[in-house]
């Protein structure tokens, strides 16, 4: 048994220019905490990426605008969205959970798929990071933080016809577009979005090592396609109807991504399908009730060299969500909710496999002159690691420009496919092979910050955290000669 601590204090400013556009940046409601609050009133550590924002910074994907987020790190493995890592407050990759509108997308067989977005930055509303454990309301992975990426078409559209793009051509023949069109007319709505970074790639020179061996040249070619439905149909005054139906692929040269050996020269082509309905229904009371279901059907292709066999798999996650929330008065706000989700893998080398998972929570807000206080209980069940409880209480105290802020809660994560069934052969030195009997990870999150807004469109933050976790997943590399055959 692993057991990690760690404590970190962060301080960040965030500033926005005035412009006709302007807002304060404590109107926008935060949706990620399940319950629509002001990011004063949340006691967390928030940050929100505007579509204004997105709009203005030189970004051509997802990745390119976390790395404008403080307290948030990408480790990319190349350029233009090819692949990468998200890390937030000292988490692995595998314990940041990524939704699309509050949906999960997290990958069933590896971590470092996670953030395969099929999302263009033209169809982003805005990013909400909320950091620190979210396990709570959103169950396994949400460890680290939790990045809600919301779409236009699931936020708020006005009547009319909007479109943007952009087009960017380099070396290497790189070609880096992104375009979206929306049209809403009473009572639908209906968008597209498209994106495609694409190049030949650097020609990267032969290195010399200090083993004599010497890595040789080549190229890291990338292309990534995008392309997404999303449309809406206003039943009647209580009904509304949602959907969205997006497509991902990449191909491109994985070179030195997951070794460092020599023999490394793996290609890899991967896709990502993305399907999202939602059913919602909105009373004057304030009673909102959404019912949700998404499938995602992804893919992976590798190949470690030209005449190495391709390690091919297959990915299916089904979830499905219902949420309901009543209000009670202008202090108490309650929410409820259940999930379900199926995980499936079909692999050459990992096996097949299946999984379930369910989840139930409750979520109580209230409203006391300047406190605002919020706790949250969820209890999961999960094939591979049983039952779970989770706890989260979070605590806000407004004071005029000022603000005081403290949550605690608890967090977990299950182990993905490749890390408890990994049978890699192609690496010669050292055989990474996963553990089909782990356990799940559990941890433990308190913060404490303060947030003051000296003027409209400024804000300072600082934030002491720290995180007390235990089974941590990892990774502890054997001598092929120490464990013989893999049978075995």
């Not at 404590?7 to 949706?31: E, H």
């Not at 990426?49 to 948030?72: H, M, N, R, S, W």
Request: proline share 2%.
């Amino acid at each position: 048994m692993k057991y990690f601590l760690s404590i970190a204090i962060i301080f960040s400013l965030t500033i926005k220019p005035n412009s006709q556009k302007s807002f304060s940046l404590d109107t926008l409601l935060v949706q990620t905490t399940r319950i629509p609050l002001k990011a004063s009133e949340t006691g967390r550590s928030i940050s929100i990426l505007t579509k204004e924002q997105i709009q203005q910074l030189p970004a051509t994907t997802f990745y390119e605008l976390l790395q404008t987020i403080c307290g948030v790190e990408v480790q990319s493995r190349g350029g233009f969205g090819v692949q990468g890592d998200i890390v937030m407050r000292g988490s692995t990759f595998s314990q940041v959970l990524v939704l699309i509108d509050g949906m999960k997308i997290n990958d069933p067989l590896t971590g470092h798929f996670n953030c395969y977005v099929p999302v263009s930055n033209m169809e982003i509303e805005r990013i909400e990071i909320l950091k620190g454990a979210g396990a709570s309301m959103y169950g396994p992975d949400a460890v680290g933080g939790v990045i809600n990426i919301i779409t236009k078409g699931f936020d708020s559209l006005k009547n009319g016809t909007s479109s943007s793009g952009t087009i960017n051509y380099g070396d290497n023949n790189l070609i880096s577009s992104t375009a979206s069109v929306f049209h809403k007319a009473n009572k639908f709505y209906v968008g597209l979005g498209l994106s495609i970074n694409k190049s030949d790639g650097n020609s990267i020179l032969p290195v010399a090592l200090n083993d004599s061996t010497t890595l040789e040249g080549y190229k890291n070619y990338f292309d990534i396609k995008n392309i997404s439905l999303s449309g809406g149909y206003k039943i009647n005054d209580l009904w509304e109807l949602k959907f969205r139906s997006s497509i991902l692929s990449s191909d491109f040269n994985a070179r030195y991504f997951y070794t460092s050996y020599a023999s490394d020269k793996s290609t890899e082509i991967t896709s990502n399908w993305f399907n999202r309905v939602q059913l919602l229904r909105k009373t004057e009371k304030g009673s909102i009730l959404d019912i949700n279901a998404s499938y995602k059907r992804s893919s992976d292709e590798f190949r470690y060299s030209p005449a190495s066999t391709a390690n091919i798999h297959k990915m299916d996650y089904v979830n499905f969500t219902v949420n309901n929330s009543n209000e009670i008065n202008n202090k108490l706000i309650f929410k409820s909710g259940i999930q379900g989700d199926l995980r499936k893998i079909e692999s050459n080398d990992r096996g097949n496999h299946s999984d379930y998972h369910f989840g139930a929570y409750f979520m109580g807000v209230y409203k006391s002159n300047n406190l605002v206080l919020t706790t949250v209980a969820r209890e999961d069940y999960d094939e591979n690691y049983g039952f779970e409880f989770c706890p989260q209480i979070n605590a806000a105290y407004n004071i005029s420009n000022l603000v005081l802020r403290a949550s605690a809660g608890k967090s977990i994560r299950a182990a993905d496919y490749t890390e408890r069934y990994n049978n890699n052969l192609a690496l010669k030195t050292y055989l990474r092979l996963g553990n089909p009997n782990l356990i799940a990870e559990r941890g433990w999150s308190e913060e404490i910050g303060i947030n003051y807004y000296p003027f409209k469109n400024t804000l300072f933050k600082a934030t002491i955290f720290s995180r007390q976790s235990n089974n941590i997943i990892d990774y502890i590399l054997t001598n092929e000669s120490e464990i013989g055959s893999v049978s075995d």
